[in-house]
């Protein structure tokens, strides 16, 4: 199965509501995991985006969350599952660069591009959301067929 995305997000934990920093990898069949480790030896989330994500959200589109600590809105990103629960994520601003294998690995994207920067373009435009790179990968994806 080929990787879409992978690298470093803060995601939210469901119940205390904590900040909590994952390696997470976006797998073209449709599988998102979050792991405690880039080592991927233990995931803490794994879901089958493609049969239960019913909606995306990013930036200021998250309302009701606040970002981690010195991360601003933009970089938020939440993940609507069909059984009402939510996946909620925050790019992080640090140096993790992403190597999508559809693309030219020579040129590395980000979950944190800067606006115009790698991953800027696409559904959101300029308008600074940074977590862009990784809610185009996620629609490529969940516009692929089953």
Known sequence: MALMKSGWLWRQSSVFKRWKLNWCDLWIDGNFICYKT???????TRVSLKSKCVAVKSGVECT???????RP???LLALYLRDGSTIVMCANNGDEA???PYLDTSRPMRWDSAPGGPGSAGRHGDRGGTAVAFVDALLVMLR???
């Open 38 to 44: 880039e080592s991927r030896r233990d995931y803490e």
């Open 64 to 70: 009701g969350v606040n970002p981690p600590e010195g």
């Open 73 to 75: 809105r933009e970089n």
């Open 98 to 100: 992403l190597y999508p």
């Open 144 to 146: 692929k067929p089953h």
